[in-house]
């Protein structure tokens, strides 16, 4: 294990069929860190976050989480060891509240199965008392503490990718794994999104941040992997990825602008 690397990709491959999503990826994520990753659409992202939260296995590689392989582990184990994440396509109980939801993400975390601590919502013990006031502080954190009992369905676009945001974060996670989280915002609620994402990683928590919004991107990262044809082009500092020619090339002049879902 390479010290203060908290996730460490080895030469990851991963195929569907005929196209190769992945090819030898291998970089490392520093622990405590906001760490981007970036490419065209369909350089294979999304495929890679996939493979650490266990949704998509690999090929070929391996894939350690502070020091332990964890690419043969089923999703909720991974999860179970500290990885929450959010989805490129939003995933939420749209008839359930907002606060439902992130209690609905809490139960990963342990004490009672999810149907049980929903039903015994109005008569709460201690614990559950504890665990709801978690889940309305990470409401509060994500902005939307006042839609706490409106369903998430009757959410405005960049509302939902805020709730999914808080319910990743009840799970208390060492690594936090956003899938363009702020897709869809509006430029305040970026702002918001920014002084969240960097207050978390002060108080330890690592991101793994897959964005389209290059400026958000270069002013957040500490560190940014440039993928192509699911293929590694480079890992460096911001300043270094914005002067590598091929990543002019392959990213930053080959596509238009796209931010939706
Ligand atoms: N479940 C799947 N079945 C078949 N092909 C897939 C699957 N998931 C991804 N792919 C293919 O793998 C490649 C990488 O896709 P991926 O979604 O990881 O790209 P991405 O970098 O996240 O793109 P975007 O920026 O558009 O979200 C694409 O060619 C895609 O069509
Ligand atoms: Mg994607």
């Given at each position: 294990m390479i010290s203060g690397m908290l996730l460490e990709f080895e030469k990851i491959s991963r195929s569907f069929g005929g196209v190769r999503a992945l090819s030898g990826v291998s970089f490392g994520v520093q622990a405590a860190t906001i760490h981007g990753l970036i490419g065209p659409n369909g350089s294979g992202k999304t495929t890679l976050m996939n493979v650490v939260s266990g949704l998509s296995g690999a090929d070929a590689g391996r894939l350690l989480f502070d020091g332990r392989p964890i690419h043969r582990l089923r999703p909720h184990r991974i999860a179970a060891l500290g990885v929450a994440r959010t989805f490129q396509n939003i995933r939420l109980f749209s008839g359930m509240s907002c606060l439902e939801n992130v209690i609905a993400g809490q139960h990963l975390m342990g004490a009672r199965p999810l149907f049980q601590r929903l039903f015994r919502l109005r008569s709460a013990n201690l614990a559950e008392m504890k665990s709801l006031a978690d889940a309305r502080a990470c409401l509060s954190k994500a902005g939307i503490?006042?839609?706490?009992?409106?369903?998430?369905?009757?959410?405005?676009y960049g509302e939902r990718r805020r709730l999914e945001i808080a319910r990743a974060m009840a799970l208390k996670p060492r690594l936090l794994l956003l899938d363009e989280p702020i897709a869809g915002m509006r430029l305040r609620e970026i702002e918001e999104m920014e002084s969240l994402f960097r207050s978390l990683v002060a108080s330890g928590v690592t991101i793994l941040l897959i964005e389209h919004n290059m400026p958000f991107v270069m002013r957040l990262c500490h560190s940014i992997t440039v993928l192509h044809f699911g293929e590694t082009v480079m890992t460096g500092t911001p300043g270094e990825v914005a002067e590598h020619p091929e990543v002019i090339e392959a990213y930053l002049g080959g596509k238009g602008e796209r931010n939706e879902g």
């Amino acid at each position: 294990m390479i010290s203060g690397m908290l996730l460490e990709f080895e030469k990851i491959s991963r195929s569907f069929g005929g196209v190769r999503a992945l090819s030898g990826v291998s970089f490392g994520v520093q622990a405590a860190t906001i760490h981007g990753l970036i490419g065209p659409n369909g350089s294979g992202k999304t495929t890679l976050m996939n493979v650490v939260s266990g949704l998509s296995g690999a090929d070929a590689g391996r894939l350690l989480f502070d020091g332990r392989p964890i690419h043969r582990l089923r999703p909720h184990r991974i999860a179970a060891l500290g990885v929450a994440r959010t989805f490129q396509n939003i995933r939420l109980f749209s008839g359930m509240s907002c606060l439902e939801n992130v209690i609905a993400g809490q139960h990963l975390m342990g004490a009672r199965p999810l149907f049980q601590r929903l039903f015994r919502l109005r008569s709460a013990n201690l614990a559950e008392m504890k665990s709801l006031a978690d889940a309305r502080a990470c409401l509060s954190k994500a902005g939307i503490a006042g839609r706490e009992s409106a369903p998430a369905g009757s959410l405005s676009y960049g509302e939902r990718r805020r709730l999914e945001i808080a319910r990743a974060m009840a799970l208390k996670p060492r690594l936090l794994l956003l899938d363009e989280p702020i897709a869809g915002m509006r430029l305040r609620e970026i702002e918001e999104m920014e002084s969240l994402f960097r207050s978390l990683v002060a108080s330890g928590v690592t991101i793994l941040l897959i964005e389209h919004n290059m400026p958000f991107v270069m002013r957040l990262c500490h560190s940014i992997t440039v993928l192509h044809f699911g293929e590694t082009v480079m890992t460096g500092t911001p300043g270094e990825v914005a002067e590598h020619p091929e990543v002019i090339e392959a990213y930053l002049g080959g596509k238009g602008e796209r931010n939706e879902g």
